[in-house]
């Protein structure tokens, strides 16, 4: 009797734990402490995020401070960093968009990396939220690859030598 009272006792509390889910959505924020839009945009971005983490979504800094417009041989250890925290949030093509430029942020389905919606700082915390609640049922409820058929609202992709093709 005692053995199945602790049982129950530790199945009711385990159930009680929130479980860790899987990101349903990612956004990817393109920033940088020189930038005079992040300082509007990351805090409405946190602020907007941080209200939709019990609904999977989670916020990736793509932090470029240190990023300069120079080509030069110091940089390469910084932008593969990059590169590489791009890939492994299966967005590496938005590297290949964005890469150097600050004050852009893009919702993605954490499934697949596809591009949702994007968002700049011309937009408030509640606006950005209404964006993450569209993209949170848009990647749970709509299959992959048909989620934004006509396309996103992001700008045209930024770096001449991106590929044209949106999707890795």
């Known amino acids: ?15 009680a734990l929130p479980a860790t889910a899987e990101p349903t959505v990612k956004v990817i924020n393109f920033t940088a402490n020189w930038c005079p839009l992040c300082r509007i945009l990351d805090p409405r971005l946190h602020d907007a995020v941080e209200r939709f ?3 999977g979504a989670i916020l990736v800094n793509l932090d470029q401070t240190h990023l300069t417009q120079r080509d030069d041989a110091a940089q390469k250890p910084l932008v593969e960093r990059l590169q590489q925290l791009t890939a492994s949030h299966d ?8 890469g150097g430029h600050a004050g852009i942020a893009v919702i993605v389905a954490a499934d697949n990396g596809e591009p949702l919606t994007c968002i700049t700082s011309a937009l408030a915390t509640d606006q950005i939220a209404d964006l993450l609640q569209e993209s949170v049922i848009l990647a749970t409820r ?18 001449t030598r991106a590929s044209a093709d949106p999707m890795p």
């Open 1 to 15: 009797m005692r053995n199945r009272l602790l049982s129950i006792i530790a199945l009711m509390l385990a159930s």
């Open 53 to 55: 983490e019990d609904r």
């Open 91 to 98: 967005v590496a093509y938005l590297w290949d968009w964005y």
């Open 142 to 159: 709509v299959s992959a690859g048909a989620r934004r058929p006509e396309g996103t609202n992001c700008p045209p992709q930024m770096n």
